[in-house]
């Protein structure tokens, strides 16, 4: 990727392949970056968007880069990152905040991270390059990295479409979670319910028991409605005994007429046997 004196100033790359090598996805390791935070991570509404990270690399598992946070210490891979290579974090609290997280020490860490310059060195290419430059070598150049980009894998920052894109999945990830959460609420809300309607029932049959308990008392404790009592349970008793003669009168005038039926049938069969 340097440029060499036995070249004459070009590099292995460019003397190759007769262009100049695209570095625009290659960046510093160690130096301090800032990571976006989704919106299904963020506690709150005021937490930060953004947290101070470590660049380590690219990701393995994603197609975004490898980052340890510096607030956590842990190892986080995002695609939306903000650079700042010429900045490095105080190797003293990186290696603290490693120790407690993964080796469970417990060293003290302050409340500000400190951040170090870095001796970067910046290339400005003359202006000579770019005379004659046109439209389509624009768009041509534009269209390269754009394809480079897609076969690393990594790009440098969200646009537009992909904020959109993650708003929306979000959004989608809170409704699968708020689903279960609101079902749970109800079946909570169901619940305490059926129990205050349990409840309310068992105290209206101790009332109705009370109640019938109380008129029991009352009906003990005064003669006249002890007297009615007596004089109903009298005057159904009697009501029965009727009822008994009635239908004991019924069952001898049944069995006077069957003894009848039967009597004359029997003359009529002697009648047929004498004719005979």
Aim: include cysteine; aromatic fraction near 6%; charge should be positive.
């Amino acid at each position: 990727m340097s440029a060499t004196k036995a070249l004459n100033g070009i590099t292995p790359h460019e003397k190759l392949f007769g262009k100049k090598p695209v570095v625009r996805n290659l960046h510093v390791c160690g130096s301090v970056v800032f990571h976006f935070i989704p919106k299904k991570k963020r506690k709150t509404k005021l937490d930060m968007r953004f947290d101070p990270g470590i660049f380590l690399g690219c990701a393995k598992r994603s197609l975004g880069y490898r980052i340890l946070d510096l607030c956590t210490g842990n190892l986080v891979e995002r695609r939306d990152v903000v650079f700042h290579e010429d900045m490095a974090a105080d190797p003293k609290y990186v290696r603290d905040l490693i120790n407690n997280r993964y080796f469970s020490t417990e060293h003290e860490l302050p409340e500000q991270i400190d951040v170090v310059s870095l001796p970067v060195s910046r290339v400005h290419l003359p202006l000579d390059e770019f005379n004659g430059w046109d439209d389509d070598d624009d768009s041509l150049l534009r269209k390269k990295n754009s394809e480079s980009a897609r076969l690393s894998g990594v790009t440098e920052s969200h646009t537009e479409k992909d904020f959109l894109l993650d708003e929306l999945l979000s959004k989608l990830e809170d409704s699968n979670i708020e689903k279960p959460n609101k079902n749970k609420v109800k079946a909570e809300k169901a619940a305490a319910q059926e129990s205050a309607g349990e409840a309310i029932r068992r105290l209206a049959v101790e009332r109705l028991k009370r109640k019938r308990e109380g008129e029991r008392d009352e009906v003990s404790d005064s003669p006249s409605k002890g007297k009615k009592l007596a004089k109903l349970v009298d005057l159904l008793r009697e009501q029965k005994k009727q009822e008994m003669a009635a239908r004991q009168k019924q069952w001898v005038q049944e069995r006077l007429d069957r003894q009848a039926t039967e009597t004359r049938f029997m003359q009529l069969l002697e009648m047929l046997a004498k004719r005979s």
